[in-house]
């Protein structure tokens, strides 16, 4: 008699457990492609406004290419894949931040070759006034 | 300051310069339109009923046009410059009529009542009006604003795109060539 509720019990655990476990997934399924779709929705540019990511943007068109990231995404399509896709209609205009190629390599190599240049002419010119004095100065 | 500073201090400034007055006569909103030769995205969207009382029922596909040109027009009741470009558009659509050409308007973040009431005071619907919930079709021609306008040629491919007011100057410059591709039966 004691064993007979402690089996349906453990019955009841092996069925519910799996529920309970799919239940918990659903949402996080949910928040993991939420934050997916504000990664990509954050690289893209909103085409009606100044310097505004569609994440960013509170415009209508910036919420409805929002919804297009997500169902793209929610479909099985990679973030590459979705950024493919605005390529292909805008340009690589829609893209925030271009990507590393031709011309483009110039915004990403330029600040380091004048950091480089800059450090070059701070030591030059360090070295020159630290050196100049006392290569010239008469001993005493 | 020697010459050779003068020279390396003009070398490093001219090229900035050249950024800068390049950037000053670009217009920053600007987009350049990239589906030109692409295949046109193909869209099945419900008929807007110019009756208030009656409901949706026809669905247009752009793939039921093929083998003809198809000018597209993005607009908006709320659009002041689709007001100045409409009569344009109409006079086209009405002069190309009996030939392989169709017009369609595709509307944009807009209420079918305030469009219908758009369309009677610019003298009646010529041309079919498309709705485009939640602007998919606007966001697969790349859609930036309204008025935008494109032209499908007969073989599916997006042959012109304008951002922008159009007028019967450029669309029979555009249709005219693309007429000739089309195929007779």
Redesign the interface.
């Known amino acids: 008699m004691i064993r007979r509720p402690s089996v349906f019990a453990l019955m009841l655990v092996l069925v519910m457990a799996p529920a309970a476990a799919l239940a918990q997934a659903e949402p996080q399924d949910e928040v993991e492609l939420e934050k997916l779709t504000s990664a990509v929705a954050s690289q893209l540019r909103c085409p009606v406004c100044q310097g505004l990511s569609v994440e960013d943007s509170p415009t209508e068109l910036a919420r409805d290419m929002r919804a297009v990231v997500r169902e793209q995404l929610a479909s099985g399509k990679s973030p590459e894949e979705v950024k493919a896709y605005f390529v292909s209609k805008y340009g690589e205009w829609i893209l925030l931040e271009p990507k590393p190629r031709g011309l483009n390599l110039a915004i990403y190599l330029l600040p380091v070759a004048a950091l480089v240049a800059g450090a070059g002419l701070i030591v030059r010119s360090v070295r020159r006034w630290t050196g100049a004095p006392s290569a010239g100065a008469p001993e005493s | 300051m020697n010459l050779r500073s003068v020279l390396i201090a003009v070398l490093v400034t001219l090229p900035l310069v050249a950024v800068f007055l390049r950037g000053m006569r670009s217009d920053?909103?600007f987009?350049?339109?990239?589906?030109p030769g692409?295949p046109a995205p193909d869209f099945a969207l419900v008929r807007m009923p110019m009756a208030a009382d009656e409901e949706p029922s026809d669905t247009i596909r752009l793939a039921d046009y093929r083998g003809k040109v198809v000018v597209l027009n993005f607009w908006a009741s709320w659009c002041v410059p689709c007001r100045v470009e409409h009569p344009e558009l109409v006079a086209v659509a009405r002069e190309y009529r009996d030939r392989d050409v169709v017009f369609l308007g595709i509307l944009y973040?807009d209420q079918p009542g305030n469009a219908r009431a758009w369309l009677n005071e610019m003298g009646g619907e010529v041309y079919p009006t498309l709705l485009d919930p939640?602007?998919?079709t606007?966001?697969?021609?790349?859609?930036?604003?309204v008025p935008e306008t494109v032209i499908v040629d007969p073989s599916g491919t997006v042959a012109f795109k304008r951002i922008g007011i159009v007028n019967r100057e450029m669309l029979v410059r555009e249709i005219e060539p693309l007429l000739a591709e089309v195929v007779r039966p």
Do not use: E, N
């Open positions: 920053p909103r987009v350049p339109p990239a589906i692409q973040k939640g602007s998919r606007a966001i697969d021609y790349g859609l930036t604003g």
